[in-house]
């Protein structure tokens, strides 16, 4: 897939006008929706140079949320050489290196450390050795990079040994039935689980109660949940 400047800027508004992050279609959709909930993954993240990131899970969990989320935090401490690219429709593992030296093309700051989101990086054949090549070539040590993707086998076989400081591998899944009770249904949970043991302690046993008066709103909400599976794009229409 050709690569033409007017993608890498249409993807970018934020080079302009930093204020720009507040209209992305991801970031607007997240003001109107009843279910707030953030992944684990968001703050899990360590958004420092020299990392190289994996964030792998199945499709519609939210990675493209996260990205945005993390460009915006990004943008609100003042960084501005921050790059987000999807890659669903590019075939050729030479079109990340393209993009990226594109982007420093463009944009008005080049020179420095860069912030790189390669989202759904591994819809690409052999996508590592394009990571690798701008890894070993880019023309900063610095970059912080993530990669994401919904292939568990393709994300997680190439560990990218020995490049740039402490990349890690993230794993970002369907909101859990807690999460989607208390902050999609609106059903008071305890905040801490018990174990078996503490099941029959006198603060166990409260706990327990609690849980009991719920029981049919706990009910109502297991019915939805197993209808949507815990993707949070459908829960709107489904707890309304």
């Not at 591998?169 to 989607?180: C, D, I, M, N, T």
């Not at 009991?212 to 829960?235: E, K």
Request: one cysteine or more; charged letters at 20%.
């Amino acid at each position: 897939m050709p690569i033409h400047d007017a993608q890498i800027l249409h993807l970018n508004p934020w080079w302009q006008d930093p204020a720009a992050i507040e209209l992305d279609p991801k970031i607007r959709a997240l003001t109107t929706r009843r279910f707030c909930w953030e992944p684990p993954a968001l703050d899990a993240i360590d958004v420092g140079l020299r990392r190289v990131h994996t964030l792998r899970g199945p499709r519609q969990v939210g990675k493209s949320t996260t990205a945005k989320l993390l460009i915006k935090r990004l943008l609100e401490r003042g960084e501005r050489r921050v790059l987000y690219f999807s890659f669903d429709l590019a075939t050729a593992h030479s079109d990340i290196a393209d993009v990226i030296q594109r982007a420093r093309q463009l944009h008005p700051d080049p020179d420095g450390p860069w912030y790189l989101f390669l989202d759904e990086v591994t819809t690409i054949a052999d996508w590592q050795l394009g990571v690798k090549y701008v890894v070993d070539n880019g023309p900063s040590d610095q970059d912080f990079i993530v990669c994401t993707g919904s292939s568990a086998r393709k994300v997680g076989s190439e560990q990218l040994p020995g490049r740039k400081g402490a990349g890690r591998h993230y794993l970002q899944l369907p909101v859990s039935f807690r999460a989607f009770c208390v902050h999609a249904m609106g059903i008071p949970l305890p905040e801490a689980a018990l174990t078996p043991g503490q099941m029959l302690t006198a603060k166990g046993v409260r706990v327990l109660r609690q849980i009991n008066l719920a029981s049919s709103d706990l009910a109502r909400a297991w019915r939805v949940y197993r209808a949507v599976g815990g993707f949070p794009t459908v829960f709107d229409g489904a707890s309304s």
